[in-house]
């Protein structure tokens, strides 16, 4: 495993953010972006082999040719547990996501999701899963959950917070085979029964279909998947249901927001955490 660092100013680190996440193929099995301090940003991009690194390497040079992206050989061990362990529960709301190391400490009467560190996106640290806990719990204080599709479920932080919230039932996806089998397990580790997580790509397939509508969706990814899923998380929303996206660099919401605009969805609001948008709409009905 690979890891390529590069630091400097928030455009330049958003606009070789963008690269990497619009490249298709990306050589990148997964790309972070944050501050790093007062007025610096922080890119991550992780990778399998030497060659999708230098590859990398050569995108954000291209992209950003002020920043300087170093490759770092990871050695051979869980390096996203170990950089995860100790992480201080993660509050939204009335919800708490934490390892049993610290959910033991935990006020009561919180909605408390155990989450350890693995491999599987999603611990609720991140500012676009912690975005969509607080988008979930407005849409508890309004109506019932209902029946739940969270797309790209990672480690399934958001569809186990739903069950737990009061929702129906709930689907996950992933394109990960070792996300869907945590994001599965962590569902035994909560008690929750009623979520299933998938191994699917997309969302228009005949077991979401079947499953459908549904009342509250999350699209946890990245702006270019969003952009393409807006024709299909449409008439797989309950009227009057509530959509959550995130995965958004704040310049990235605008696109993504007339996507769904443009298919009759009511966009209700945005959420800003850490440099990650999520935005929340409504089906009409």
């Excluded at 301090?37 to 999708?52: N, P």
């Excluded at 995860?84 to 993660?90: C, H, I, K």
């Excluded at 610290?102 to 609720?124: D, Q, W, Y």
């Excluded at 990814?221 to 998380?233: E, H, R, S, V, Y």
């Amino acid at each position: 495993m690979y890891q390529i660092t590069a630091k400097g100013a928030r455009a330049p680190i958003e606009t070789a953010w963008d690269a990497l996440a619009w490249a298709d193929p990306s050589p990148a099995g997964a790309v972070d972006a944050k501050e790093d301090g007062r007025l610096a940003w922080r890119l991550d991009a992780f990778c399998e082999t030497l060659e999708e690194a230098e590859e990398c390497v050569e995108i954000i040079t291209e992209a950003s040719p002020e920043l300087i992206a170093r490759i770092e050989e990871l050695q051979d061990r869980d390096w996203v547990t170990l950089s995860l362990e100790g992480l201080p529960p993660v509050e939204a709301g009335p919800f708490i996501v934490a390892g049993s190391h610290a959910l033991a400490r935990t006020s009561p009467g919180k909605i408390a999701v155990l989450i350890e560190a693995g491999p599987a996106f999603g611990t609720g640290h991140h500012g676009t899963t912690l975005g969509c806990l607080l988008a979930l719990d407005e849409v508890r204080r309004n109506r019932a959950i209902g029946k739940v599709l969270d797309l790209g479920t990672g480690s399934g932080v958001l569809a186990i917070a739903a069950m737990k919230g009061g929702a129906h039932s709930a689907i996950g996806t992933d394109i990960d085979f070792d996300s869907v089998r945590v994001a599965n397990e962590n569902a035994e580790k909560n008690h929750v029964s009623g979520f299933t997580a998938l191994h699917i790509t997309g969302a228009n397939t005949p077991r979401i279909r079947q499953g459908g509508p549904y009342d509250t969706v999350f699209a946890n990814i990245l702006m270019k998947p969003l952009i393409g899923l807006a024709p299909t998380i449409a008439p797989l929303t309950a009227p009057g249901g509530t959509i959550i996206l995130s995965g958004l660099l704040h310049h990235q919401a605008g696109p993504v927001r007339s996507a769904f605009a443009a298919r009759g969805l009511n966009f209700q609001h945005r959420i800003k955490r850490d440099g990650w948008s999520t935005l929340v709409f409504r089906k009409p009905g």
